[in-house]
């Protein structure tokens, strides 16, 4: 049975338990409210197949605790580059994640999720009122697209099962600020997969991912434009 919107079931104390496990402390509040969030993700997906995953108990492991490992690593990179409201693009969102995870444990990010499924734009926004999330927006259109975005420059952009690394960076550049990152979500980062990315491109770490209860594989790619040799050389 789905769960409900602050119910205080078994799962709230299994994230409780778990959230030091990724270097998070977590306040009853937030607890309820992703528990909430996943509660929806539940609803929607039974009319409008928001995700394949439906059994409540991978959920919480494939889909919430996945997306909390990347929130750490998100906030030191986010300090990093001294940015301390930044601004987030969650691509080919989907139902969300990580966008809304992000959004919701950083009030002060504000966090744009965009899909070209319009369902899936719609789902985002619903989040967004019932979680009380002023901070998260959704948007419906093709990342590619120029009209899609009104005020482009993020700081760090996402993505999770979105694309080959080529294919992220290639279709968001424009979209990412000078001193952006991208931060993309990975099972398994292949031979072929690193070669292909683009000369202009730096990746400069991969970091692995350790996900409470998933013994899967998962890591975080971190990449930025690799400046021309001239600015290389100038810089101190």
């Not at 990179?77 to 930044?86: L, R, S, Y």
């Not at 989907?94 to 002060?108: D, E």
């Not at 202009?200 to 209860?213: A, G, N, Y």
Request: proline letters at 8%; hydrophobic letters at 45%.
């Amino acid at each position: 049975m789905p769960l409900e919107p602050g119910d205080p079931s078994r799962l709230n104390g299994r994230l409780q338990a778990l959230a030091p496990r990724l270097e998070l402390t977590l306040s009853e509040d937030e607890r309820a409210r992703l528990l909430a969030y996943m509660a929806m993700i539940q609803r929607w997906t039974q009319v409008y197949n928001l995700t394949a995953v439906r059994d409540p108990d991978e959920m919480f492991t494939h889909h919430l605790l996945d997306c909390l490992a990347v929130i750490t690593p998100l906030r030191r990179v986010m300090a990093e580059i001294g940015q301390g409201a930044p601004r987030v693009l969650d691509v080919g969102s989907g139902a969300g994640l990580p966008g809304v995870v992000i959004a919701l444990l950083n009030p002060t990010w504000q966090v744009t999720c965009v899909d070209a499924v319009a369902k899936k734009a719609a789902f985002i926004r619903q989040a967004a009122a019932e979680l009380a999330l002023p901070n998260l927006h959704g948007i419906h259109g093709r990342v590619e697209a120029p009209a899609t975005f009104k005020n482009p420059e993020f700081d760090v952009i996402t993505s999770r099962a979105f694309a080959s690394i080529r294919d992220f960076t290639n279709l968001t550049r424009r979209l990412l600020a000078p001193h952006g990152r991208w931060a993309a979500m990975k099972a398994n980062l292949s031979a072929d997969e690193r070669a292909g990315i683009p000369a202009d491109v730096e990746m400069f770490h991969v970091e692995q991912l350790e996900v409470p209860d998933l013994n899967e594989n998962r890591s975080l790619v971190w990449l930025k434009p690799r400046l021309p040799a001239d600015q290389m050389a100038r810089q101190p």
